[in-house]
């Protein structure tokens, strides 16, 4: 069932706007990037569109959350803002979903 693959991220997505509507001056840094990466608990088949899908959803509540006043918490150093750390954030969590779910990446050790 390719329905129940979408339930992880939107998941996370609806706590992280439900935990943001209640503290919109606190920034959940890890939020963003664990929607996207989520999308690698649904397996391996389709992954790149799956995690690219799951990104866009992020980045889109990132955006919406941004314009509602929800992401008004500090950010990270390197960042000018919460909406661009909560965008990189995202697409790092979408890197991390492909590079998971096609296991790229060293070989486990046989012990």
């Not at 339930?7 to 920034?27: Q, S």
């Given at each position: ?33 664990i ?37 008004e ?20 969590g ?16 046989d012990?």
């Amino acid at each position: 069932m390719k329905t129940r693959r979408w339930f992880p991220p939107l998941a996370f997505a609806v706590l992280w706007v439900a935990v943001a509507a209640i503290r919109p001056n606190t920034t959940f840094h890890l939020a963003p990037l664990i929607v996207a990466a989520a999308a690698a608990l649904g397996g391996r088949e389709g992954r790149v569109r799956w995690a690219a899908a799951a990104t866009a959803v992020a980045v889109a509540i990132a955006l919406s959350m941004s314009r509602l006043g929800l992401l008004e918490g500090p950010s990270l150093q390197p960042f000018d803002g919460a909406l661009s750390e909560a965008i990189t954030a995202a697409i790092v969590g979408g890197i991390l979903a492909i590079v998971v779910s096609t296991g790229v990446g060293p070989d486990p050790v046989d012990i």
